[in-house]
């Protein structure tokens, strides 16, 4: 039928524009809203991704306590730190599942809802909260940039005249707490990675003290006898025999460097899973921003990219757990 349409009006080349005009924007209506349950699903799974995550995180952590028992409340208060500054992850998914869900029904109704823009708005006050966003207008003193931010957005939002103008006025404030929670992770939980990185270090490098001064003793003298036996013959035995007893001494410090490089890896684990889950967070954003376009296009929402990262935060799940 479009075709047709289409090649009927190529045809009456000499209509003035502005009926041209009008039959090509009938043309471009002619698709319906698409379904949000595709963005809803995508963003279920992320929240049970993330929260997979948080665990493997918090279960490693404690797991790094087998360098040195004796230091096993200090990994325990490690791994419960991080778990607390976590359940921020958490949280904020969950309620970005609940407002994906709202979303389904807001989209599918907004055709004959009067309230559409309102549904909307009381639903990215609900998300601004999952986020650990509290709302308050700017004049008032306990009111955060980011909580003022929102606020007026949410303000702006209600005041919208249809579901594509309220979507398209949320993204902003969808973006500025996406962007406060990705912050929030890297001034949260990088620390935590690196107290533990250190710990674990000072945990493994311990044992070897005595075998690291040793080796700078045995490579003082190791100098002196290389020196002498390009001089004098004699000292040729000497430093083979110097060699033999050096080497448990070069086979226990390369133990050591071993589990450190282990340990550099587990840590690398670590940090790449939560890079990961900042990057959800933004892929969430990104998707949302594509919803609010596909209702105005009409046309399919597409959510590839965040099944793919909360893929890939699935994958990096399993490598910490096999640490």
Known sequence: MMKRLESFLAGRVSWPAAVLASALMLLGGCGSLPDAKPFAEATGILSASAKASGQALKDSIQGAAAVQQEDQKAYDALADKFGKAWKSRELALRGATDYANAMVGVVAASEKSAETASKVADSLTGLSTAFGVPLAAPAVVTATEVGAFVWKRVSIVRASNSLEQ????????????????????RRDLNPILIDLRDSVRAGISKPYDTDQN???????VQENLRRRALKDDRYIGA???????????DMRLAERDRKLEQAAVA????????????????????AHRDLA???KEKRKVSVSELIETAAELRELTKKVRAL
Do not use: C, G, H, T
Not at 214 to 220: D, G, K, P, V
Not at 240 to 246: E, L, N, R
């Open 166 to 185: 309220a979507l398209e006025q949320a993204q902003p404030a969808v973006d500025r707490l996406a962007a406060q929670l990705i912050e929030d992770s």
């Open 214 to 220: 040793l080796l700078q003793e045995f490579e003082y």
């Open 239 to 249: 430093l083979q025999k110097f060699d033999i007893v050096k080497q448990p001494l």
């Open 267 to 286: 840590y690398r684990a670590r940090v790449q899973l939560v890079n990961a889950m900042a990057l959800a967070v933004q892929s969430w954003a990104d």
């Open 293 to 295: 376009r596909a209702v």
